[in-house]
Structure formats: structure tokens, C-alpha cells
């Protein structure tokens, strides 16, 4: 079959399951399937979002299903959910493992949303587009799993990160049961990695042993209550703090009276 009509082929494949999957997305919306579209709403925390996608809670407002990004994407990364998917009907998604998203300099699946669920201006720098300040997901390290941690030579992640030694770095450590080789452990830095999933889609492993997940997931949360000292910007948020005293029956003495007031307990 000549590629032109291969190409074509695929292309009305694609569109015809567009059809059907947004016809199902319509269908949800009446009757006794409704019930069913809230449940797979809110059974959904680990979702993957195209490039630019706005918080989750306000994509779910926002997104129209159109599935005009899911067209756009040239690669075929992003899907469309359907019933029995258990992700909310209709809304665009990726699994790294099986296409991760190739990072398109142009990001073709952003400008064609109409409704702004795919937020242009969250991956645009300087007003031009820019896919490496794109947020889909963070990936995480399972060391228990990486075989890099168990002394074996891989850095297929690394090899495979389109922002090369920046959003997954190699850190070398001696390796003691051995006394001549080294580890080659992948660190992956969140403030870089835009959760594309080359390193997933790249793991040598049976499971993945690095894999992406949204960042409010994978990132631990400090907090107002501690702030970085040797960070000009950050200490700023001391300026308008207010002290707070907790008095107890302790406090109210002396440190050196506390100290000593078990001390004739002792003799």
C-alpha cells in the first residue's frame, strides 16, 4: 500500500474513533450513564494532561471535550477518554508508557483549544512557545526497581530526557560490595522535568522503574512554617509575620529552673 494512502488510511481511523468516542461523551450526559461519568470524575487521580493543562479541577469546568488536541498531537500521545477508561469521559490524556509526548517545539495541541482548559500562555516564554517550561507531570524514581540503584550500568532515562544532564542528572557513587565499580544513580530535578515520559517510555524494566504522575502527587508540600534562610525572595515572608506564644506551666519558668526541677527527684 503506498504511504499516501497508508497515512490516510490512519488518519480516517483516528477521526472515526474521535466521532464515536465524543458521541459517547454526549450520550453520558442523559440518563442513568450520568452516575456513572461522576464516578470516573472522581476515581481519576493520576491523570496525565496535555501541555498547558490548567488544575485539574478547573480543566474538568473548562475542557469541552472537542478533541481538538487529541487531532492536533502528531504522534497519537493523547487520547480521549471513553466509557469503561475509569478518567472522566471525554477529556483528553496520555500514557507514557505506551506514547509518551515528543515534546513538538510548535506544541500543536495548545493553540487549538477554544476554550483555554490548555492554557497558551503557561508554555510561552518571551511570547514565543516554549515546551520546556511545560508542566504535564514530574517523573519519580522507584530505587527499589532501577537497576542503576543495584550497581548495573543503565542510564536509558538519561539517554533518553530531551532536556539532556538538566531535568535527570547522573550522580556517581562508589560501589562498596564491589570496591571497583560505581553507581550511576539517575536523579531526576523537578524544577526542570516537564513529565513527558521519554524516561518511562525508555526503562529497561519489565515496570517501569521511573514513571510520571502528576506533580501535586509526586511533590511533598513544606509549607508556610519554614522558610529558607539563605533565600533573599523567601525570607521576604517574614516582613508581615506575626509571633505566636504558646505558654504552658514549663515555660513560664526559667530554662535553667526547668532543668533543675526533677533534679531532687534524683537524690
Known amino acids: 500500500m503506498p504511504d499516501k494512502m497508508k497515512n490516510k488510511t490512519v488518519s480516517d481511523r483516528r477521526k472515526f474513533i474521535l466521532r464515536m468516542a465524543r458521541g459517547a461523551g454526549i450520550t453520558a450526559l442523559g440518563g442513568f450513564v450520568w452516575s456513572a461519568y461522576v464516578d470516573e470524575v472522581t476515581a481519576s487521580p493520576l491523570l496525565l494532561r ?48 505506551d506514547i509518551p509526548c515528543y515534546m513538538c517545539p510548535d506544541i500543536p495541541c495548545v493553540p487549538v483549544c477554544p476554550t483555554g482548559a490548555l492554557d497558551e ?59 571497583k565499580h560505581a553507581f550511576m544513580k539517575p536523579v531526576v530535578h523537578a524544577d526542570i522535568c516537564t513529565g513527558c515520559g521519554l524516561c518511562e517510555k525508555a526503562c529497561v524494566t519489565e515496570k517501569a522503574a521511573i514513571f510520571v504522575l502528576p506533580k501535586e502527587v509526586a511533590m511533598g508540600k513544606v509549607g508556610d512554617f519554614y522558610i529558607k534562610g539563605w533565600d533573599k525572595e523567601d525570607e521576604k ?24 526541677s526533677g533534679l531532687g527527684d534524683l537524690y
Not at 139 to 168: H, K, M, N, T
Not at 237 to 260: C, G, H, M, Q
Open 50 to 97: 496535555p501541555p498547558g493543562a490548567i488544575k485539574e479541577e478547573d480543566f474538568l469546568k473548562t475542557c469541552i471535550k472537542c478533541g481538538l488536541c487529541v487531532e492536533a498531537c502528531p504522534y497519537d500521545t493523547l487520547l480521549l477518554a471513553k466509557p469503561g477508561d475509569n478518567k472522566p469521559l471525554g477529556t483528553p490524556y496520555f500514557i507514557p508508557r
Open 237 to 260: 515572608r517574614l516582613e508581615d509575620a506575626k509571633e505566636i506564644k504558646t505558654v504552658t506551666e514549663i515555660s513560664k519558668k526559667s530554662a535553667i529552673d526547668s532543668l533543675n
Open 121 to 179: 500562555s503557561s508554555v510561552t516564554t518571551n511570547g514565543e512557545l516554549d515546551i520546556n517550561v511545560s508542566e504535564m507531570g514530574l517523573a519519580v524514581i522507584d530505587d527499589e526497581s532501577c537497576i542503576a540503584f543495584w550497581g548495573i550500568q543503565c542510564d536509558a532515562c538519561y539517554r533518553a530526557c530531551p532536556l539532556l544532564g538538566e531535568a535527570i542528572s547522573i550522580v556517581y557513587e562508589k560501589n562498596e560490595r564491589t570496591g
